[in-house]
T-cell receptor, first 110, second 112 residues
């Protein structure tokens, strides 16, 4: 079982819609959860991190964490073509090890 | 100034050669990492260094060896390169182990 799992996509949404990206993790002891965005040919860049159950909002982005269900999601409101990228979920697991999911490819259609 | 830098950006070499990739961070972070991203875009941690000590050493072939001359640098040396080593290698740093990580621009290694 992989430590972090994401649907690889591709996920396509029309411009202006809400994009919903999901991630599940296997280690119940995980404490920190991160979303990174990676444009083609570029390095991953941090979008958001979340430590506590519930929602955390930053501009058009909302991270949601449910530790009981071992589930973390990222919502992108008012999606723009510039949001088209691969989104990587990352989790701080046991022994402070860091695990990335395989990423979800998002395409926002103008 | 670039926070995390890597050189070279591209590296093309023959099988069996030995090569190094350099990484430097000017963020004052305590921890640095090396990741390998394969053609399927899976990002896998290879090593991390915290205050010049190896903290995590995943199941990476011993042909790969990290070298850290100081807290701001973590270089990756690869011996006897193989075709399967072709990938993009990312260096990253974080204030502490398993904190938010900041990535370098990547080094695309191609082994012929």
């Amino acid at each position: 079982q992989k430590e972090v799992e994401q649907n690889s996509g591709p996920l396509s949404v029309p411009e202006g819609a809400i994009a919903s990206l999901n991630c599940t993790y296997s280690d119940r002891g995980s404490q920190s959860f991160f979303w990174y965005r990676q444009y083609s040919g570029k390095s991953p860049e941090l979008i958001m991190f979340i430590y506590s159950n519930g929602d955390k909002e930053d501009g058009r982005f909302t991270a949601q964490l449910n530790k009981a269900s071992q589930y973390v999601s990222l919502l992108i409101r008012d999606s723009q073509p510039s949001d088209s990228a691969t989104y990587l979920c990352a989790v701080n697991g046991a022994g402070n090890q860091f695990y990335f999911g395989t990423g979800t490819s998002l395409t926002v259609i103008p | 100034d670039t926070a995390v830098s890597q050189t070279p950006k591209y590296l093309v070499t023959q099988m069996g050669n030995d090569k190094s990739i350099k990484c430097e961070q000017n963020l004052g972070h305590d921890t640095m990492y090396w990741y390998k991203q394969d053609s399927k875009k899976f990002l896998k941690i290879m090593f991390s260094y915290n205050n010049k000590e190896l903290i995590i050493n995943e199941t990476v072939p011993n042909r790969f060896s990290p070298k850290s001359p100081d807290k701001a640098h973590l270089n990756l040396h690869i011996n006897s390169l193989e075709l399967g080593d072709s990938a993009v290698y990312f260096c990253a740093s974080s204030p502490q182990l398993a904190n938010t990580q900041y990535f370098g621009p990547g080094t695309r290694l191609t082994v012929l």
